[in-house]
Structures are given as C-alpha cells and as structure tokens.
C-alpha cells in the first residue's frame, strides 16, 4: 500500500524543524543572519562558498533519500509512517543512514555559512541524539521488521562513514 500524501506532506515535519525552525530560533535572540564568522576576505567567502556546498549536497542526499523511502519503501521517513520495505539502493548501497548524513551536512553548510556556533552545537547535539536513537530503536526496530535481510545490510553497510565501493547485497 502507497503512502498517502498526508503521511508524506507530515513526513517533511521533521526536517523543516531541524533544518530552518531550530537555526532561526538560535539566530534570531543573537546577532541575527550574517555571511561567514566575521574574519574577513577571504575567509568568510570561504567559509560561505564550503558551506553552500554542504548544504546543496546535504539537500540533494535527502531529496534522493525521500524519494526512495517513498517510491521503494513504500512509506516515509517519519517513524509514524515507516517503509514496508527494506531500501538497499542509491546511496544505501554506501552507508545505512544517508538521510541523517544529509541532514548533518546541511546543518554544517548552515553553521559555516552564517558563521553561528550555536548552529554547530545544533549540530553536534543532533547527531548525538540520532546516534543514540538509530542504536537503541532504529536498527533493533528494522531488525525485527526485516529480519535476516536487515541484519546482512546491516553487518556489511556501515552506519556513518561511507564504503568506497558499493554494497552487491
């Protein structure tokens, strides 16, 4: 059974709040929006020119990843929607979570382009909050829907660093 658009419409939930209500809500009560960290040409361009590509590659890989979740997976990212089947293509061949990998680069490419601290402890606090959930609820969760299938990805995928080659699972 397809998703509904509904699902798919609340999927997009998570994402717009840790990507856009989050930093803004961190920025707005400080200095509010400026380009790079205030060091100056070219640092600033530097640091703003890293950061867009960061951003536009972290949106790509979450776009794509979406994409499979709801045209392979037939469900969603969200958890109150998940796939009904296990997604082992694209980017998964590379490394088991490429939409937090995105999402992590995008907040990065955020940090690094309006020079904001916070953004980057944002950072951090995300990934130790989804390293945390994919350990003790994710991947025991997919483990048990999947089962065999889930734990041979899951012993030759890792879940953070890319392979060099792809998975021929």
């Not at 089947?85 to 088991?96: A, D, M, Q, S, T």
């Amino acid at each position: 059974m397809k998703s509904n658009i509904f699902d798919q419409l609340k999927s997009f939930i998570l994402p717009v709040t840790v990507l856009l209500v989050v930093p803004v809500s961190l920025l707005l009560p400080t200095n509010g929006f400026r380009l790079g960290w205030g060091m100056g040409l070219p640092w600033d361009a530097v640091f703003v020119i890293v950061g867009a590509i960061l951003m536009g590659g972290g949106l790509y890989l979450m776009s794509y990843t979406i994409h499979l979740f709801i045209n392979i997976g037939k469900g969603t990212l969200a958890p109150w929607s998940p796939t009904k089947k296990l997604v082992v293509i694209g980017p998964y061949k590379y490394v088991r979570n490429p939409m937090i990998s995105g999402v992590l680069m995008t907040l990065l490419g955020e940090a690094a382009v309006v020079g904001s601290p916070l953004i980057f402890v944002w950072f951090i606090c995300f990934f130790l909050i989804n390293f945390i959930y994919l350990m003790f609820s994710e991947e025991p969760g997919l483990a048990e829907r999947f089962g065999e299938e889930y734990l041979l990805y899951k012993k030759n995928v890792p879940r953070w660093i890319p392979r060099l080659k792809p998975w021929q699972g």
